[in-house]
């Protein structure tokens, strides 16, 4: 953690996980603005379910401007298994984080929501005005309850005190830096690991649930191989090169995006795919030749979140994604380039 010296000062919480690499590298990357200074911490600098080491964080630091990312996250089975720790833990560290933010004057707080808080039985596609519409699904209630929480303490802070405390929403999300675990991580990350095992030992992949669920994903960083197309009259996040995907749009927020409502970063909803194109997409990467077989025993999870991205495209109509096989690959690259330090 350096010390900060600009007139803008962003505090990312969370920047050791996969979403804070991502925004630390498109930082680094050229993203960063003169006067600039950006502060990536992990829970090494604060652990911030802790009430007093979160205020000296910030105390220390003193942000004008907040990326919240900091969170107990987890796939499907790790949810399934801790729902009493996903929603303390997180709930801790929302109200620490923001009220921290609140007590040393940040001008603004952008949080991060998940496509997988909305309701379980709903209309499609899901918006960003449909959060509190019903229950979410039973495997993920304790996290999905808790990010609900943040949406509703945003609203507060505008109410009592006009702050520009907002959230936003991602679908599922995957790229660099990822948690590999397969017992903890979420289905990408985990069906990579899966697949370099399966590979390494002469053995079966096994898919868990059907494979029938859909999913829309977003990559956590810019494609490498993108081109560099610049197109004229758009948002600040495109014109800064070829970038596009979550990092992107994250500082495209903290800059441009001035409502307290939450906006979903997503992919349309033509983009999503079933688990099995997700393990097929997978196979093909790390060219794969092994038997594929589903273990229906296992949870399917929600069956699925589609969320509409209309509110995205009306501020960023020429907004272009990394196509999701060429992700998956770069993907699949990293981790097999960085097998040994790589989380799993
Ligand atoms: P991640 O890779 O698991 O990283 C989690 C980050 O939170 C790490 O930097 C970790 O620090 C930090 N952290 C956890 N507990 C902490 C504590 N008690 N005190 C301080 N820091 C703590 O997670 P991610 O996938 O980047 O997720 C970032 C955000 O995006 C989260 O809010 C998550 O809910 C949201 N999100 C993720 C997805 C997804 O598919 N991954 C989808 C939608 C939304 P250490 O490295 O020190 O442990
Ligand atoms: P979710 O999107 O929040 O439900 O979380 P995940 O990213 O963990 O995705 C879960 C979906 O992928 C479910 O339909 C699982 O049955 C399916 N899936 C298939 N194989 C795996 C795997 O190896 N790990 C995980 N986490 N999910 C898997």
Not at 91 to 102: E, G, K, P, R, T
Not at 129 to 148: D, L, Q
Not at 237 to 242: D, Q
Not at 333 to 339: E, I, K, L, R
Request: with cysteine; charged share 20%.
């Amino acid at each position: 953690m350096g010390e900060p010296q600009g007139s803008m000062r962003i505090l990312v919480t969370g920047g050791s996980g996969l979403v804070g690499r991502a925004i630390q590298k498109v930082v680094a990357d050229g993203a960063r603005l003169p006067g600039e200074d950006w502060v990536f911490v992990s829970s090494k600098d604060a652990d911030l379910t802790d009430a007093a080491q979160t205020r000296a964080l910030f105390e220390k630091v003193r942000p004008t401007h907040v990326i919240h990312l900091a969170a107990m996250v987890g796939g499907l089975f790790r949810n399934i298994k801790y729902n009493l720790d996903f929603w303390r833990k997180n709930i801790h560290i929302n109200d620490n984080v923001l009220h921290s933010a609140f007590e040393v004057g940040a001008q603004k707080v952008v949080s991060c929501l998940s496509t997988c808080i909305f309701p379980d039985k709903t209309s499609y596609p899901i918006d960003e005005t449909m959060i509190h519409n019903g229950p979410p699904h039973s495997s993920n209630f304790g996290y999905s309850y808790a990010k609900r929480m943040i949406d509703v303490q945003n609203r507060a802070y505008f109410q009592q005190h006009g702050c520009t405390f907002t959230a936003v929403i991602p679908t599922n999300v995957f790229g660099p830096h990822d948690n590999f675990s397969i017992e903890d991580g979420h289905v990408l990350p985990g069906l990579i690991h899966k697949v370099h095992l399966a590979k390494s030992r002469s053995s079966a992949l096994t898919v868990w649930g059907t494979g029938r669920p859909r999913r829309q994903f977003i990559y956590s960083l810019v494609g490498a191989a993108r081109g560099t197309a610049v197109p004229q009259n758009v948002s600040w996040s495109c014109r800064a090169g070829c970038g596009e995907d979550l990092a992107r749009l994250f500082i495209w927020v903290l800059r441009e995006y001035n409502e307290v409502e939450p906006i979903i970063l997503s992919v349309g909803e033509e983009d999503e795919v079933s688990i099995q194109e997700v393990a097929e997409a997978v196979v093909e990467a790390m060219d794969f030749h092994g038997e594929v077989t589903f273990d229906t025993t296992k949870s399917d999870g929600q069956f699925k979140k589609t969320a509409s991205n209309g509110k995205l495209r009306a501020y960023l109509p020429d907004f272009r994604f990394t196509p999701f096989k060429q992700a998956v690959q770069e993907t699949c690259a990293w981790f097999t380039d960085n097998y040994e330090q790589a989380r799993k």
